[in-house]
């Protein structure tokens, strides 16, 4: 993965010195995160229309579709409203039905589905154990054959999320940074710096904090950007095997390695300090809007809020180190993708659907040039030179890691584990258990 986001930089670097001079050609500006740039259909040819004149007399075909995207209109909603769109449009024989929830309502109608015999075609999935383990066993999603995207550019190591025993059950959407979103201003108000260590973190917030100003907008309620956050902790302690370490102690019950404590007990002893007060009980939309609204400096999430709108200039860090010994590991992972149902009617069709979204210049191509997200393909055919400069600096920061925490131990177990971990994640950081009991609450469930 490392390998194909540092020719996506490269390219960044040479387009950015090559705008200035290719600015009067002006062939692509970057659109507004509300508007999406469709491509042109100019090379229309007579054996396209007769195509298309073969698929209108087929036969009619109904591809329901569930998605946890419920913004139609803007965002990575938006690009896959216009992807369905342009494939009805090509394929006139079509008809795509969508049936969006949000993401935890979502995960309950799904059960609810996968359990029953009405499963929708084509599905939305989180690239975890968490959620495709039980999946996969109860034989709810069809295999994929891997040799058909070969040429699609999928970074290394991307599909290994959605693989079990060497088949293939799904495509993963995006490249998912973790990290800070902060205000520039409000930075530049208070003569703050960007931190790099754990130390210049709290400090920050302290300086905030003396100014009535809450620093980390954070989603406690919800329990994963929790985990999330202490991911990226352990990630600058234990460097390069973040993963392994967190996979063994979900899997065996053992949290004994001592960066465990040192995380629990730094987040836990500063959560009062780092997050706005009532954190535990305010949600994704409610903490975004503190930080969009001025009322908090930074806010904590993933590259998949890129394109939020705000009135003032926005930055991007990643986790400070923790212990200083500059493991340089950030937190990142490939989320959420897609799968098709194995007991889908129009089996073949919902396939021909997927593969077409993920043709590197439809998701992967308009994703980044709407700046919206980071495909977990390679994009760098599509960098046009006038990214944004939140673009650059997160496509920065994803290069300039020495490695990624890869999946975050919350979603390493069972959905009952993820359940726990999460839980008494809230639970921890707000002062409502100790941090021995946190472990053992963790180490009671697999």
Partial sequence: MKKVFSIILCALMLLTCLAACAKEQGQQTQSSPDSTTVPADNDATAPADNQADQEQDAEPVTIKVFSNLTDRTSGQGLIEQTLFDNYMTEHPNVTIQVEALDDESYKTKFKAYASGSSMPDLVNIWCSPSFLDEVIAANVLAPLNAADYADYGFADGSLAGVTYDGQLYGLPRNTDVLGFYYNKDMFA?????????WAELLTVCQTLKDNDVSAIAMDGQDGWPLTHFTNCMAGTILGADTYDVMLNSVKN??????????????????????????FETTDYGTAMNLFINGQAAMFFMGSWEMSMSTDFPVGHFTMPDVEGDDQGVIGAYNGGGYAVSADSKVKEEAIALLNYMFLPENWSKLSWENGVCMSAQDFSAYLTGNE????????????????????????????????????????????????????EALAGVR
Avoid at 255 to 267: E, G, K, L, M, Q
Avoid at 393 to 416: H, V
């Fill in 189 to 197: 108000q208070y003569n703050l710096e960007v931190p790099t260590t």
């Fill in 388 to 439: 944004s400069d939140l673009q650059k600096e997160i496509i920065a920061n994803l290069n300039n890691a020495s490695g990624i925490t890869g999946m975050t131990y919350n979603d390493l177990g069972s959905s009952e584990y993820k359940t726990v971990c999460e839980t008494s994640t809230i639970e921890v950081l707000s002062g409502m258990i100790t941090v021995e009991r946190y472990f």
């Fill in 253 to 278: 019950g053992d949290y004994s390695d001592p960066a465990w404590n040192t995380v629990i007990t730094a987040a836990s002893e500063n959560a009062a300090l780092l997050f706005q007060p009532g």
